[in-house]
């Protein structure tokens, strides 16, 4: 009877030993966001989005969106251009696990 109960005991223990995960930590955040023309308000599209200090690139879409997913978070510049338009930059802060929504306006030269 005091086998069975050790085993059961030995069992018990690990059982619980292997349900224990170790936690897990997001260690990447994204960026996404619209650039807007600051006089008329309407989404700008195909603008050149750059992300410092990785050198990605993006365009816009036909909804004036764009987005950088699975950086390391820090602080990375954005900057976007387009013909005819000034360029902007914004400085922007990613923080492991959260998504980091940018507004960027344009104006027109």
Known sequence: MRKI?????????????????????D?????VGTVIDVE?????????ITL???AQN????????????????QQYTITVQKDAYETNRKL????????TNVSLVMKKK
């Open 58 to 73: 993006t365009y816009t879409g036909m909804d004036g969106q764009f987005e950088f997913l699975e950086l390391e978070a």
């Open 92 to 99: 922007v802060n990613v923080i492991a696990g959260e998504t």
């Open 52 to 54: 410092t200090p990785t």
């Open 5 to 25: 109960i050790s085993s059961l005991f030995v069992l018990l223990i690990v059982n619980l030993f292997s349900a224990c995960k170790p936690e897990s930590y």
């Open 27 to 31: 260690t990447f955040g994204d960026i």
């Open 40 to 48: 008329t308000g309407d989404v700008v599209k195909q603008a050149t």
